[in-house]
């Protein structure tokens, strides 16, 4: 995922540990050492996630 995400909403397409593949839509905190740190808008709680394990990234589009 690229730095430039920092402090945007996006959404991704992740694929866990076990297989599962999740749509989730997150606000960027950091980009390092292949993890990004994000809050999970859904839940509403912060999550870490592998760079490797992204598989899809677009930024969502907001409403001026």
């Known amino acids: 995922m690229p730095v430039k995400y920092i402090g945007r909403l996006v959404e991704i397409i992740y694929q866990d540990k076990t297989g599962q593949i999740t749509k989730r839509r997150i606000q960027v905190k950091s980009v390092r050492s292949g993890l990004v740190r994000a809050?999970?808008?859904l839940s509403g709680m912060p999550r870490t996630f592998?760079?490797?394990n992204i598989l899809a990234?677009?930024?969502i589009?907001?409403?001026?």
Request: some cysteine; proline content about 8%.
């Open 50 to 52: 592998k760079t490797d």
């Open 57 to 59: 990234c677009n930024p």
């Open 39 to 41: 809050d999970d808008l």
């Open 61 to 64: 589009q907001t409403s001026a």
